[in-house]
Every structure is written in structure tokens, then in C-alpha cells.
């Protein structure tokens, strides 16, 4: 049997750590709002990390509660990453993507004789700098 050992699940609508009352029951929701979707919050590194979603879908209780212990199996083997649990859309508007992105197109731009390769070595220095 798995257990959670990080993290919990909380109301998506006031944040209270929702516990079910009647853990038999189908269809569990906030006890304090009634409020049926959910997310997962855990401390990873240092930092907090929330799990909204599961393929565009918002988390039920049991939904997330299967994540919760698939997190944190994926923690105690070490393949756990964040950015694998991030809605699809948010990993595109990370300055760290967008700055990928971009360095691609400036290497194609100096393939091209667009751009001083000095230039870009100078950029990727920088980048190395702030990531």
C-alpha cells in the first residue's frame, strides 16, 4: 500500500485541506464550502508547488489523491519533476522555455551568416548567468 508522505489535497475554491468524512463515499467535496474540485499542494526544494489539473480536467478528490501517491512514489525513486506536472500551456510561458525557443532561433540566424556567433556566445553566457 502506498502512503503521502508530502503534500495534501486542498479545496480549489478556500484552500482548506479537504479530509473526507465518509471515505467510502463516491463523490467527496470540501467540507467547509461543498465545493467539489480540488488540487494538490506539496513543498519540493524549497518550493511550493500546486497541481491544478489532470489533462485539462480539474482534480476530484480521488483523482488527486492517485496523483498525490504517484508524486510522491516518483520523490522516493528521485524521477520526479515538477515541470511534468505543470498544466500543458504553462511550460510554454516560462521564461526558461521562451529563452530556449529563442536561442534556437538566433543559432539559425548564425547558421545563416545572420548573426556574429560572438553575439550568441555572449547571449548564452548571460542566460547561464540568470538560470
Not at 467527496?28 to 480536467?57: A, T, W
Not at 510561458?93 to 556574429?116: H, T, V
Request: charged content about 25%; hydrophobic content about 35%.
Amino acid at each position: 500500500m502506498a502512503f503521502v508522505t508530502r503534500g495534501g489535497v486542498y479545496c480549489s475554491s478556500c484552500n482548506v485541506k479537504v479530509i473526507p468524512v465518509n471515505p467510502k463515499k463516491e463523490y467527496i467535496s470540501c467540507q467547509k464550502c461543498g465545493h467539489p474540485n480540488v488540487h494538490i499542494r506539496l513543498m519540493f526544494d524549497g518550493q511550493s508547488l500546486k497541481v491544478y489539473e489532470k489533462q485539462g480536467k480539474p482534480y476530484s478528490y480521488s483523482e488527486a489523491v492517485a496523483d498525490l501517491i504517484t508524486i510522491n512514489q516518483q520523490i522516493k525513486e528521485g524521477s520526479f519533476d515538477p515541470r511534468d506536472w505543470k498544466p500543458a500551456g504553462q511550460n510554454e510561458r516560462s521564461f526558461e522555455f521562451s529563452m530556449g525557443a529563442w536561442l534556437e532561433r538566433k543559432d539559425l540566424e548564425r547558421d545563416k551568416g545572420k548573426l556574429a556567433p560572438s553575439t550568441l556566445a555572449t547571449i548564452r553566457l548571460m542566460r547561464a548567468s540568470i538560470t
